[in-house]
């Protein structure tokens, strides 16, 4: 399992950024993915989450309205695509993915077993 996380960077508050995730290595459209993110001297936190399958897709409450998640099972990526961003949104980005079937969607990190690396967004005028 792979997965390579991109497009971090700086972004003017109020903001748009889109981050990806490629995947390789695994059935990519039957797998949970979601994605987290850790600011410096905070716990890593839940985002956002697709699920495989069905692709529904749940977020937490801090981006609700703001971030949407989706995939692209034909290229095996997710996407966060990030507006009107806030300087609370400042952190590393991760990608994540776990084979849910027949669970109900997590939002806890030790859940998921394979993850990337973080990309790093700054949001900050």
């Known amino acids: 399992v792979q997965l390579q996380a991109s497009g971090g960077g700086l972004v003017q508050p109020g903001g748009s950024l889109r981050l990806s995730c490629a995947a390789s290595?695994?059935?990519?459209?039957?797998?949970?993915m979601a994605w987290f993110r850790q600011a410096p001297g905070k716990e890593r936190e839940f985002v956002a989450v697709t699920r495989g399958i069905t692709g529904n897709v749940f977020s937490a409450d801090s981006v609700k309205g703001r971030f949407t998640i989706s995939r692209d099972n034909a290229q095996n990526t997710v996407y966060l695509q990030m507006n009107s961003a806030k300087p609370e949104d400042t952190a590393d980005y991760y990608c994540?993915?776990?084979?849910?079937?027949?669970?109900?969607?997590?939002?806890?990190?030790?859940?998921?077993?394979?993850w990337g690396q973080g990309t790093q967004v700054t949001v900050s005028s």
């Open positions: 290595g695994f059935a990519f459209s039957s797998y949970d």
């Open positions: 994540a993915t776990a084979r849910l079937l027949g669970r109900v969607h997590s939002r806890r990190y030790s859940d998921y077993p394979y």
